[in-house]
């Protein structure tokens, strides 16, 4: 790997927020284009912190600190992926239900979503199904993702996608659920289209669902 997508690579699994922003900006200047800072930069390795996430080499706290530096590159990075026309890889509209302000868990899913090369509409914390539907009908997405903290609001999780349903916005999207009370029975039960218990078996998840 070259050396400066290498001081990205590093600096991203490390947490170092401010050594990303300046590699990026440097590689931009020399020339690196901007598809290989994303793919091979940034993207690879949120896909390492994933990996040693999954190996319980790395935990919710170290995760974050990449998770925060990699969003750092990447807020430098979009303007000259805008111009060189790349598309995300898919689209996702993240939301705590209904009741519901917990977003710690979102946040962290809503980032590793963005690392791995898709666009990601947060709607934030305690989103009615309203919310949901106008949001589907506006942004077009691939996926829908739904957290949830607590007992008492994870039926919102099934009123939200029924609600979908309804409105007839589920034809072309998937939707996802999570959160610290949420299983994969709960999931199947409500009628979602996957569950995943981390953010980064959300990730997978997502690639999973829309691209197979």
Same mark, same amino acid.
């Given at each position: 790997m070259d050396i400066m997508l290498q001081?990205?690579?590093?600096?991203?699994?490390?947490?170092?927020?401010? &050594?990303?922003?300046?590699?990026?900006?440097?590689? %931009?200047?020399?020339? $690196? =284009?901007? +598809?290989?800072?994303?793919?091979?930069?940034?993207?690879?390795a949120m896909e390492e912190v994933g990996k040693r996430f999954e190996m319980g080499e790395f935990y919710v706290p170290e995760m974050l600190i990449a998770a925060r530096a990699m969003q750092s590159?990447?807020?430098?990075?979009?303007?000259?992926?805008?111009?060189?026309?790349?598309?995300?890889?898919?689209?996702?509209?993240?939301?705590?239900?209904?009741?519901?302000?917990?977003?710690?868990?979102?946040?962290?899913?809503?980032?590793?979503? &963005?690392?791995?090369?898709?666009?990601?509409?947060? %709607?934030?914390?305690? $989103? =009615?199904? +309203?919310k949901f539907i106008a949001a589907v009908k506006e942004s077009q997405p691939n996926l829908i993702g739904m957290s949830a903290l607590l007992t008492t609001t994870m039926q919102n999780m099934s009123k939200t996608i029924q609600a979908l349903k309804e409105a007839g916005a589920l034809d072309k999207v998937k939707v996802i659920v999570g959160g610290a009370p949420v299983t994969e029975k709960f999931a199947q039960e409500i009628g979602a289209d996957g569950y995943a218990s981390d953010a980064s078996r959300a990730v997978a998840l997502a690639k999973r669902l829309i691209f197979e």
């Open positions: 001081t990205i690579f590093d600096n991203v699994i490390e947490g170092n927020k401010n &050594e990303v922003e300046t590699a990026v900006r440097d590689a %931009l200047a020399a020339g $690196v =284009p901007p +598809e290989t800072l994303l793919n091979t930069g940034l993207i690879s590159g990447l807020s430098c990075l979009k303007p000259s992926l805008i111009k060189s026309g790349i598309q995300a890889k898919g689209k996702v509209i993240m939301g705590t239900v209904q009741g519901d302000l917990h977003e710690i868990g979102k946040n962290l899913v809503a980032t590793m979503l &963005e690392g791995a090369g898709f666009e990601v509409i947060d %709607l934030g914390t305690d $989103v =009615p199904a +309203e």
